[in-house]
């Protein structure tokens, strides 16, 4: 069930950039809208995938397992409130200097009228989005902890619906007020924002949860957390500079270049988000209450089923990706205001990101196994080291390759944080069954690039076939080559003998088991 929430959530994330291609292309008002976004979300990607997940998950566990609910819904409490406090600062002090930050990231806007205008705009709309987001987080991690994981995942469909809607609903009444049509975008993230929490909140409240105004903040929980938090604050500030730095660099190489790659990295969420991040998300959690128990043995087994499964399914996302990045963007987004030129531009910058695909997952799987230990410092010196290759890969190769230079540092950055990450994992674990792992990978390599050939193959054999550019066509075309790579992939697993096929199988089942087990749908 969690699988089909999240799968559910990303192709919803999905359509709504299909609407948004549609309806604004690559052009000043997408490019605006991409850079607003990104300012809010620097702290989002803090709270919700970062330093603060990474540190609370851990700790409300261990006080779950050992002190019991009320001991651990009070220290979630104290963590909701100061962040809240912190985050109402940073949205005031943002409304202020916008302007400024605005500049900072996109002063290349300025030379085409309206456009920096615009950005401005749309990021003081976007700018409260940031509490909406701390309190769905902590409520995501709380939920999590106790085995509730459907509601958490299904929850960014609500945002996506929310932002869908106001696009078909708002923008013809922007227009009509002769106000820009992307504003109506901002006020679905709003929207969208506010829907994080709405779902979230009954399951909470179900489980003992009551909000308290109450702050405490000699609590010797809240104060771990905090401490834990530190290390993660100082990998925030190089992620800005890192930001910062991609940001000004793409908006250097001239209109569309911003909504490119937005477009292109969004695609790459789908199977990071379906693969990485779940995988992740579900590990969290056992590994923490195998660290409270002192079972490093236990954390060994998690982490190292944990990259089994990223290795199966993301190496052949991957090379899928590479395979068939144009026909992907050209049914996905070129309609409406996206042309056919976005499209080649959009799959070549796919294609690069594709390349970290597996340095993206294992990262996002190590980082929070750092945090369980207590080594929260040793993941954010590796952030920082992933963060200053890919500034110094970006200026770098911008200047030869253009904004896809950019795609492809940040890949490469990507695939160094995941290695290294798991490098010094192994270290200080002992061991991570690397042996079977490296097998394994070489396996599913060969399979998945044999399923490659197939999938291209097909595909142009298809569009012999099947000529033309109606988006039936185009369905049939990719249809019958993702299910013939797959037919193909199946073989090649069973012909080299890769039987973790069928533990992925089992473990599908058994969490769709486990969900239904914990909750209702």
């Not at 609370?56 to 009320?70: C, I, Q």
């Not at 409406?336 to 294992?362: E, H, K, M, N, W």
Request: with cysteine.
């Amino acid at each position: 069930m969690t699988v089909a929430a999240t799968a559910t959530s990303r192709i919803l994330g999905l359509a709504r950039d299909q609407v948004l291609a549609a309806l604004f292309g690559a052009g000043n008002e997408m490019d605006a809208f991409a850079v607003a976004f990104r300012i809010p979300n620097l702290v989002r990607d803090l709270f919700a995938e970062g330093a603060m997940s990474a540190a609370f998950v851990p700790a409300f566990t261990y006080h779950l397992t050992r002190r019991g609910k009320e001991a651990a819904f009070r220290l979630g409490n104290n963590v909701l409130n100061a962040l809240l406090i912190m985050t109402v600062l940073l949205v005031v002090a943002g409304l202020v200097f916008t302007r400024q930050i605005v500049s900072l990231y996109a002063g290349n806007f300025a030379s085409i009228p309206g456009k920096l205008e615009l950005t401005i705009q749309l990021t003081r709309v976007m700018l409260p989005f940031l509490i909406t987001v701390v309190v769905a987080t902590v409520a995501m991690g709380m939920l999590n902890s106790l085995h509730h994981y459907f509601v958490p995942a299904v929850s960014t469909a609500i945002f996506n619906l929310a932002t869908i809607g106001c696009a078909f609903a708002l923008v013809p009444i922007m227009l009509s007020l002769d106000l820009p049509g992307i504003m109506a975008i901002a006020v679905g993230v709003l929207l969208g924002g506010i829907g994080l929490v709405l779902i979230q909140w009954p399951p909470l409240h179900r489980e003992g949860f009551r909000y308290s105004t109450a702050f405490d903040a000699r609590d010797p929980a809240f104060r771990e957390v905090l401490m834990l938090m530190g290390p993660g604050t100082i990998g925030l500030a190089a992620t800005q500079i890192n930001i910062l730095v991609s940001t000004l660099l793409a908006t250097s190489e001239g209109t569309g270049a911003v909504s490119w790659l937005t477009y292109a990295f969004r695609i790459m969420s789908l199977p990071i988000g379906l693969f990485g991040v779940s995988i992740a998300t579900a590990a969290l959690p056992a590994m923490s209450r195998h660290a409270a128990a002192g079972d490093l043995a236990g954390i060994r087994e998690t982490l190292s089923r944990a990259l089994g499964m990223t290795f199966l399914l993301n190496v052949p996302a991957t090379l899928g990706l590479l395979a068939l990045s144009q026909p992907i963007v050209e049914l996905l987004f070129e309609r409406g205001r996206f042309t056919p030129a976005d499209t080649r531009a959009t799959a070549a910058a796919l294609q690069l990101y594709a390349v970290g695909l597996i340095g993206y997952s294992a990262a996002r799987i190590a980082t929070p196994t750092f945090y369980a230990l207590g080594q929260s410092r040793t993941a954010v010196a590796v952030s920082i080291a992933a963060i200053a290759g890919n500034v110094g890969l970006s200026m770098a190769l911008v200047g030869w390759m253009g904004f896809r230079g950019l795609a492809l540092a940040t890949a490469i950055a990507a695939l160094g944080n995941g290695g290294l990450s798991l490098l010094l994992l192994r270290r200080r674990l002992g061991a991570i069954d690397g042996t079977r792992l490296l097998v394994l990978f070489a396996k599913v390599l060969a399979a998945a690039l044999v399923m490659a050939v197939a999938a291209r193959a097909i595909h142009y054999g298809m569009t012999g076939l099947l000529p033309g550019r109606p988006v039936l066509m185009q369905v049939m075309r990719l249809g019958v080559a993702i299910g013939g790579g797959l037919a193909v992939l199946a073989a090649a697993a069973k012909l080299l003998g890769i039987d973790q096929f069928n533990d992925l199988v089992t473990w599908a089942a058994g969490r769709l088991t486990r969900d239904r087990g914990h909750e209702s749908c």
